[in-house]
């Protein structure tokens, strides 16, 4: 079961349950990672009580959809305990984990005229 299926949304989820429904999947979050001084490696936990403050990510398949013309964008990991919840095309979350940063150039094929049509469409 993949989490953006719609019965999902609007539920809260962990992140054990957030993983198991997106093997294979890539986890992908914009500058706000930089902003607030997180480094690659350490866990980053958002302390609100109000899931709306809750950081943003998507996966591979929604990832041009939520670019802000930014030139990175970090791949990043759920903790098993971390709160979600899912929306139609993003996940709130309150921890992450930094894998690394990654070039916006680097991801797809955009050599591809389908790929960048769908890039440009999803905007």
Known sequence: MYAFNKNNYGKELNGKQINDMNIGKTFYMFNFVHNVGAKIGEIFTENSNNSKNYMTF????????????????????????????????????????IIEKVDIK??????????????????
Request: contains cysteine.
């Open 106 to 123: 680097d991801i797809g094929n955009w050599n591809n005229k389908r790929f960048c049509l769908k890039a440009i469409i999803m905007r």
């Open 58 to 97: 998507t996966t591979d398949d929604y990832i041009f959809k939520h670019n802000r013309l930014c030139s990175s964008i970090y791949k990043i990991n759920i903790p098993e305990d971390s709160t979600c919840y899912v929306e139609k095309d993003f996940i709130r979350t309150n921890k992450i984990i």
